[in-house]
């Protein structure tokens, strides 16, 4: 893989791991494992979809921090908030987005100054901007 796709990749997992999911739901209805209930479920918004594009996004910069901020950062209680919405960061709620975004908020100005101004001027940055609006509203 090169270093471009593997920076595509990351950013398509969550989306792939919803659209796997949703697979795998589908065919335990369809093997009588799961009423149809199960899938009635509305489609997510885009405030969704943000958020979960906010995962990946944050994922990939924070590993631009300084090691001792990463590893002070991985044995953290904040660590445990974080790596539990990550995992899952379509199913975390409100209350769950908006720790997940104030540590994230907290930490990616641990990054170097060069890394943040990279940042600020990435697409990226309107979709961090835009999740933590929606999150402090």
Known sequence: KSKGQTGKLKKLKP???ALIDERK??????SGEESIDAIATEPA??????FVQLVSIVDDLLGKMPEDAIDEFLASDDFEIYKEVASAPGDADKSQRTNFFEIV??????????????????DDFAIYQSVGSELRS
Not at 25 to 30: A, C, F, K, P, T
Not at 45 to 50: F, K, L, S
């Open 15 to 17: 989306a792939l791991k």
């Open 105 to 122: 908020d907290s930490k990616l100005g641990q990054m170097p100054e060069d890394a943040i101004n990279e940042f600020i001027s990435s």
């Open 25 to 30: 739901l589908i065919m335990s209805v369809l």
């Open 45 to 50: 918004d885009e405030a969704d979809d943000q």
